[in-house]
């Protein structure tokens, strides 16, 4: 069983977020030097690491003994316990609209694809840094509960299953000896899932980036780059956002911590800096190989009549439309989002965005940027006016009793949400911004891709006059 095939069969950790952003044309010029320094150190190559095989003695009885070896050598990896690849949470932030700070993250938020985790633990912990989370009792403290296997293991047999841990069957020992620098495999037999399937989420993440052509991604097809050469950092920190679970780029990773902008060689391109993200021009479409979810409608889940198909309709989740190598939408992007919190009050009539993009025309700090946009029908409560996270997944989930009101009622108790007992079906956005799938330079947009009749931007929707060829720039 290959990587990508134990994906199919069970969700991984979660290795990265989203990552990337333009910056302004200042930080360009203080960060030339340092970028071309780490621009020139990205070569195509093999990265050997220690062969563990002599020093890892096993067997191992359960999946924690493999942890307590690697504690035994690596003791400084407990660090990722403070991660959110273990805690499901991010740093403490101020969330746009709401008072004080919180910390949110997987663990707590709601989205407009599976939902939520409250009262899913079980299920959606197939792809937690650790063993055994099954519901809202997990021991965080025990650092016997990290799984260094699901980052680090070059094994094809290691898959997880329920509550994270390893599946019946599993050889821990032959997993622990087989240890090595993070591939792309491991991080994408999380992320390309995420979501409950392939490529339901990002749009710019699927299994094909585990091998890519050069035309798919420049920098994982023809350079050879893995994730963690732009996303690892300290102490298993790992830079970058996933706007979907962040409202801030603090800890982000920025296509100008490599490139200047000088590469251009054309003013009249550098120009353009001021207003438009590297990624605009350079990842002109998405999902290039394989279709991405573009809209999911739960209020058509449950019908025994309609026929299973993963790209159309699923019993469990509903009726879905895919789309593939898809022109994305344009919106302005100052790297921070509005969110849809728990417990938010929502208008039905309007369509709530669970996440979105902060900035206009206006905002110096703005750049337009490409998105896949998740559209969805979910679930709200009628009186007390806000989505709800029904348990789907377990004894008396949906999934199992095909009862919305049941499973609503659990879900009431494991978030503490209150559930007025009456339910309808609300649309909501979700925005992905799109930093992967970079094409080779030949194939990013041209002019006439966005001046011009009938081209992909309006101009209009984003604050212009016109055509700024015609009418001028931003103010």
């Known amino acids: 069983m290959t990587s990508i095939n134990r994906g199919r069969a069970a969700g991984v950790l979660l290795i990265a977020g989203a990552a990337a952003g333009a910056a302004a044309l200042a930080a360009l010029a203080l960060g030339a030097g340092r970028a071309d320094a780490r621009a020139s150190s990205f070569e ?40 959110p690849h273990f805690t499901w949470l991010g740093d403490e932030v101020t969330v746009p609209g709401h008072p004080g700070t919180v910390r949110i993250g997987k663990k707590n938020l709601i989205n407009n694809f599976c939902i939520s985790t409250v009262g899913n633990e079980q299920a959606c912990t197939k792809c937690h840094a650790g063993y055994g989370w099954a519901d809202a009792g997990y021991d965080f403290s025990r ?82 780059f893995l994730c963690v050469d732009c996303h690892a950092a300290p102490d298993h920190q790992l830079r970058g956002r996933a706007f979907s679970v962040s409202v801030e780029d603090a800890h982000g990773v920025s296509c100008t911590d490599c490139h200047t902008g000088k590469e251009h060689r054309d003013a009249r391109i550098e120009g353009h800096l001021r207003s438009v993200a590297c990624q605009t021009c350079h990842v002109p479409t998405f999902a290039r190989k394989l279709p991405t979810k573009a809209s999911w409608d739960w209020s058509k889940a449950g019908d025994p009549k309609r026929p299973d198909d993963p790209h159309r309709y699923l019993k469990i989740k509903g009726e879905f439309v895919y789309e593939q190598d898809a022109i994305p939408e344009y919106r302005w992007f100052d790297l921070t989002m509005d969110r849809y919190l728990m417990g938010d009050r929502m208008d039905p009539a309007q369509v709530t965005d669970i996440n979105r993009p902060r900035g206009g025309i206006g905002d110096p700090r703005a750049r337009i940027w490409p998105f896949k946009i998740h559209r969805a029908l979910q679930p709200y409560d009628e009186v007390n006016r806000t989505l709800l996270p029904p348990v789907t997944g377990g004894a008396g989930g949906y999934w199992t009793s ?31 911004p799109q930093n992967h799938m970079v094409a080779p330079k030949e194939k990013a947009l041209g002019c006439t891709d966005c001046h011009g009749a009938g081209t992909r931007l309006d101009w209009k929707a984003l604050g212009y006059p016109g055509d700024p060829i015609q009418t001028g720039g931003r103010p």
């Open 143 to 224: 650092p016997e509960n990290v799984d260094c296997l699901v980052c680090h293991e070059h094994d094809s047999g290691y898959v997880k299953g329920v509550a994270g841990m390893p599946e019946k069957g599993v050889d821990l020992t032959a997993a622990a000896r087989s240890v090595g620098t993070p591939g792309r495999d491991n991080c994408l037999t999380c992320h390309a899932y995420g979501g409950g399937g392939q490529a339901v989420k990002h749009g710019d993440i699927d299994s094909s980036l585990v091998h890519p052509p050069a035309e798919e991604d420049v920098h994982m097809g023809k350079l050879g």
């Open 44 to 83: 195509k190559r093999i990265r050997p690491h220690f062969d563990h095989t002599p020093v890892i003695r096993g067997p191992f009885q359960a999946p924690q003994d493999v942890t307590r070896a690697c504690l035994s050598c690596h003791p400084k990896a407990l660090d990722v316990m403070r991660t």
């Open 402 to 432: 095909f009862d919305w009101d049941s499973a609503f009622r659990l879900g009431e108790k494991a978030s503490g949400l209150p559930y007025s007992g009456k339910y309808g079906f609300a649309r909501t956005e979700m925005y992905w």
